[in-house]
């Protein structure tokens, strides 16, 4: 079997102990300094031997309530990707210590994750992917191999478990991954659907080479890009063109019927259309890499298409904008230049269509995935709408100073009025404050619950986020998933 846990040559950090860059070549393609500072912090602060990380932590480090396996896999790619870049960089002082904990972090993960884990989320195969990768930099080829399976063990699951075939009501079928809802219906989330595409494309490629994977490599693809075409025509609002949080196949106009949501079933969030920029952007990248090698050998290569997925992508990012959701600048033509410098921009976390209102607070995880998937788009599928984002959303994500300018500047010190912060919250207020309660009705409260942690999911996001930017640098690095 294909099995790319390690690279055939781990990269390894200069020897030298006493080197540390912010650039290499004059270039800083993915504010290295700033993966380093988070990174530490999450090392310090939250990581424990045989623990792994928590959910959440505060800034004194006190962990939050609960754990889950995600958080774990996340510390550990984040570790990846980081040690590929230091290699880069020629940077060696917090690459050692962090690959120090990385046959620790792949115990525990081996231990809580005994089974592959259920759900078609792609998001985990691709972090457990990247988590794999990470254990061969290392050498723990053992635990690297367990988890390279796990990884595959979800994948195969996607094509077996969860790929659904669905009577349309005109005539016909369709094919789309989700969970039967007893009712001869069928569950589904559109991005989490089009991230899972993109995983059994992936998977296709892995194993491109394997003598019995032809049949089953066919099989991947086919789901994948038939379970995109879905949701894509069924999963999205009509007015906006975003997709919903969750529906349920269905006859009714316009798409499907909507499931669960919060905080309602009709809210668009801007979360659920970065995993699916995201996922559009791997996507096609895939399907590229299958092209650029025969389609893999035996599959049908007429299905496959050079950029359909990089202009889906581009036109959900311009609803995006249309939607009201961002705050930063879109010019109007193509004519019109974004002010130098550019302005900081964000998106803002939910429109609610039922009554119209806005959730002003800005995600970390939803603006960081969306500036690494603007910038991944960008280099295949150059637009204006990727053009005007990155930069706006670089900003937003990694601007140090002043207070309150930015997701990394949240955190304040009360006496001297500077940012004091060392790792990433859930979200901020619209004006980079703390978060504020959101009611549907578009009341706003005081501050959220918390608002103040630090959080694991968001930190794995800004690392994943700024490691797509290698894309479109000379000669990229594969450190990105």
């Known amino acids: 079997m294909g099995d790319d846990a390690a690279p055939d040559s781990p990269l390894q950090p200069p020897q030298d102990s006493s080197m540390g860059a912010c650039s290499f070549d004059n270039m800083d393609p993915v504010d ?65 210590k962090l690959d120090a904990i990385m046959p620790d972090l792949g115990s525990t993960i081996v231990q809580e994750l005994t089974a592959a884990p259920t759900g078609y989320d792609g998001e985990d195969y691709f972090r457990l992917r990247a988590a794999a990768t990470a254990l061969g930099y290392v050498n723990d080829t053992k635990d690297a191999a367990t988890v390279a399976q796990l990884a595959d063990a979800f994948a195969r699951n996607l094509q077996t478990t969860y790929a659904q075939t669905i009577t349309l009501p005109e005539s016909g079928t369709a094919t789309v991954l989700g969970a039967p809802d007893g009712m001869g219906n069928v569950v589904y989330a559109p991005a989490q659907v089009i991230m899972a595409a993109a995983a059994l494309v992936d998977m296709a490629n892995v194993h491109a080479s394997d003598p019995d994977a032809g049949a089953d490599a066919s099989a991947w693809v086919t789901t994948a890009l038939a379970a995109v075409d879905y949701v894509w025509a069924r999963g999205r609002d009509t007015t906006t063109g975003l997709f919903f949080q969750q529906l349920v196949t269905s006859s009714d106009a316009g798409h499907d019927a909507l499931g669960q949501g ?137 601007q140090q100073s002043p207070a309150n300018s930015s997701l990394f500047t949240v955190v304040v010190d009360t006496q001297s009025g500077n940012p004091v912060q060392t790792d990433y919250v859930r979200a901020s207020s619209k004006s980079f404050h703390y978060a504020t309660a959101f009611s549907p009705d578009g009341g706003t409260g005081g501050q959220e619950p918390g608002a103040t942690s630090y959080r694991a999911d968001a930190v794995a996001a800004v690392i994943e986020g700024l490691t797509q930017l290698w894309r479109g640098t000379p000669n990229a690095p594969p450190c990105y998933p």
Request: aromatic share 8%; with cysteine.
């Open 32 to 96: 290295f300094c700033l993966q380093k500072t988070v990174l530490q912090n999450e090392f310090t602060d939250a990581y424990a031997q045989g623990k792994g990380v928590p959910p959440s932590w505060s800034a004194m480090g006190t962990p939050g309530s609960g754990h889950s396996w995600r958080d774990d896999v996340g510390f550990a790619a984040s570790i990846g990707a980081f040690h590929c870049a230091s290699s880069i960089y020629g940077d060696n002082t917090l690459a050692p």
């Open 262 to 398: 919060m905080p309602t079933p009709d809210a668009l969030l801007t979360d659920v259309q970065a995993e699916a920029v995201l996922g559009l952007a791997r996507l096609q990248d895939g399907v590229n890499a299958l092209l650029a090698s025969d389609a893999g050998g035996g599959i049908d290569g007429s299905i496959l298409t050079q950029s359909i997925y990089w202009n889906e992508a581009t036109t959900l990012m311009q609803s995006l904008g249309a939607a009201g959701l961002f705050d930063g600048t879109i010019p109007v033509g193509s004519e019109v230049a974004l002010p130098n410098p550019a302005p900081v921009g964000a998106f803002m976390e939910a429109l609610v269509p039922s009554t119209g209102a806005i959730d002003t607070n800005k995600t970390t995880i939803g603006n960081a995935w969306l500036l690494g998937a603007a910038y991944r788009v960008g280099v295949g599928f150059p637009s204006q709408i990727s053009d005007v984002l990155r930069p706006q959303l670089f900003l937003a994500v990694t």
